[in-house]
């Protein structure tokens, strides 16, 4: 492969254009392969993070009521009431919106692309990544303020009464 570096000398009476080809070190073959694997993985890598995060947050979900059975909710919702309820199915609650949001990162986008025209392809990627990207930032932000809210129910049941 091949550099191409232009430079613009002044003479006294014209312009010279000067074009100086030299080698690519292995450096930069190298930057240039984690370029095309950036540019045409990106949507693999959120893809397998939602289906990631979609196993996570089932998990999660079935822990948390796990622990709760353990440390005697049934209890706690005796002596707190439609309260404890709440926040009891608050963050599993949470946690359902945010695999509906994984779910959507990972769904096929229908789109009309011409494989002639390169910018309607870029524009098609970059409309696709967006959506895909925005659906697992919601979601991963649902599984935070849910996982918040499950460590919040936790703590009120162990608080003495």
């Not at 074009?19 to 073959?29: K, R």
């Not at 392969?33 to 089932?58: C, H, N, P, R, Y």
């Not at 959506?131 to 919040?152: H, N, P």
Request: aromatic share 8%.
């Amino acid at each position: 492969m091949t550099k191409i570096r232009k430079r613009q000398q002044k003479n006294q009476a014209d312009d010279i254009n000067e074009i100086h080809v030299e080698a690519l070190t292995a450096q930069d073959e190298a930057l240039l392969e984690f370029g095309k694997q950036l540019l045409t993985k990106s949507a693999d890598v959120l893809t397998d993070f939602s289906k990631l995060m979609i196993t996570l947050s089932t998990g999660m979900i079935s822990i948390f009521f796990a622990i709760l059975k353990f440390l005697g909710i049934e209890g706690a919702i005796e002596q707190v009431g439609l309260t404890m309820s709440f926040w009891a199915i608050s963050g599993p609650s949470v946690l359902i919106a945010s695999i509906i949001c994984f779910i959507f990162a990972i769904l096929p986008i229908k789109m009309n692309i011409s494989l002639v025209d390169i910018e309607n392809v870029r524009k098609a990627r970059n409309n696709l990544l967006a959506c895909k990207y925005t659906s697992t930032k919601f979601g991963v932000t649902l599984f935070v303020l849910g996982l918040v809210l499950m460590t919040v129910t936790v703590y009120l049941i162990l608080l003495p009464k």
